[in-house]
């Protein structure tokens, strides 16, 4: 659930946000994982997370804009031997370039999570996204391909993410 509040001046959007989970065990955990991509994970054990995220875009050319996000996150979950509540302070941030064409836009993002609490970072990921959509009146279809940062420079291990995303406009 969150709310945004945006200005009709200035370029910003400001997201509150909070996600509490319908239940306290999902098997969509793993595939939830594989496919996070720079957003609060949709499918995590986190018992409660909130953020605070700040939007600001900036065109760049004629065609061509530069949407910047960053924030404070927070989320707590059940440990697993101690019993007791693990708590994780991420700053998530995402830089995304978007071309817009006449039928469709291209967009290539950086976009990571990574923790402020803990050791070493331990969890933080980073993701390198490039997406296509259909530039519709009321409807966006489109494709996003990814890959783990993380992963790719640690281990030299290239995982290729995929997936389909939808976006609908009430009153454009």
Do not use: C, K
């Not at 830089?95 to 950086?110: D, E, K, P, T, V």
């Amino acid at each position: 659930m969150g709310l945004g509040f945006a200005s009709t001046t200035w370029p910003i959007l400001f997201e509150l946000g909070v996600r509490i989970p319908a239940v306290p065990s999902n098997r969509a955990r793993r595939a939830g994982q594989r496919a996070d991509i720079g957003r609060t994970a949709a499918f995590r054990d986190e018992a409660f997370s909130g953020s605070a995220l700040l939007n600001g875009r900036f065109e760049v050319g004629r065609r061509t804009t530069l949407r910047l996000r960053g924030g404070l996150t927070y989320a707590s979950a059940e440990a697993d031997s101690a019993g007791g509540t693990d708590s994780r302070w991420r700053l998530p941030y995402s830089a995304q370039l978007w071309r817009n064409g006449r039928q469709f836009m291209i967009g290539l993002s950086i976009v990571g999570r990574p923790v402020v609490s803990g050791p070493d970072g331990a969890g933080s990921t980073h993701h390198a996204v490039l997406s296509f959509m259909l530039d519709g009146n009321r409807v966006q279809p489109g494709l996003l391909l990814g890959t783990g940062l993380d992963p790719l420079v640690n281990d030299g291990e290239f995982v290729l993410v995929g997936g389909l995303t939808l976006s609908i406009s009430y009153a454009r």
